[in-house]
């Protein structure tokens, strides 16, 4: 079983609308999440760490669900610019992270 | 901006040549990390690095080594090039800051073997 697994989409919304990604992950015990940005041909970017309680940046909110060990990003009126890959990262304990497949988005005029 | 930089950014090399990728950061990171990225897989580990010399495998390391004789360069080594080893390779630190790590790459180098 993998250690992280994500949808991979692509998904394909309009301009303004509401999207959400689910990612989950097998070590219950990961102790840190995050969400990662990748533009084609770049190379990752943070977009957002995700707390226990919950944490909204702006038009991006990340949630995670210790009881159901996944982890979710929620965009709400997407722009063009959102278009990417989204990278869920788990780091379980000591230094290795772990990182799923990505999901693929593409905002549409 | 992390400031690490991955050299070179792109090489086309031949079946069973040696090839090295460097990573250079001027942040004194004492983490530092070699992935591999293809289509299907995602982001996988090749080898780490937790200080001078200090270094561990990761999931896919057969077929690389690495070498840090100093805390800003961590070198990849891929001694004899196979068509298998075609990907995009990303260089990463590690950042810790009030108890939050994370994780910041370099650019890529996109390797190809023929």
Redesign the interface.
């Known amino acids: 079983r993998k250690e992280v697994e994500q949808d991979p989409g692509p998904f394909n919304v309009p301009e303004g609308a509401t999207v959400a990604f689910n990612c989950t992950y097998s070590n219950s015990a990961s102790q840190s999440f995050f969400w990662y940005r990748q533009d084609c041909r770049k190379e990752p970017k943070l977009l957002m760490s995700v707390y226990s309680s919950g944490n909204e940046d702006g038009r991006f909110t990340a949630q995670l669900n210790r009881a159901s060990q996944y982890i979710s990003l929620l965009i709400r009126d997407s722009k063009l610019s959102d278009s990417a890959t989204y990278l869920c990262v788990v780091l379980p304990t000591g230094n290795q992270f772990y990182f799923g497949t990505g999901t693929s988005l593409t905002v549409i005029p | 901006d992390a400031g690490i930089t991955q050299s070179p950014r792109h090489k086309v090399t031949e079946t069973g040549t040696p090839v090295t990728l460097r990573c250079h950061q001027t942040e004194n990171h004492r ?1 530092m ?1 070699w ?1 591999r990225q293809d289509p ?6 090749i080898h ?1 690095s ?1 200080g001078v010399k200090d270094t561990d495998k ?1 999931e896919v390391s057969d077929g690389y080594s690495v070498s840090r004789s100093k805390t800003e360069d961590f070198l990849l080594t891929l001694e004899s090039a196979t068509s298998s080893q075609t990907s995009v390779y ?1 260089c990463a630190i ?1 950042n810790r800051d009030r108890g ?9 180098t996109r390797l190809t073997v023929l």
Do not use: E, I, V
Not at chain 2, 40 to 45: C, I, K, P, S, Y
């Open positions: 983490y990390y992935y299907g897989h995602g982001l996988r580990l780490y937790y990761g990303f590690l939050a790590d994370t994780q910041y790459f370099g650019p890529g």
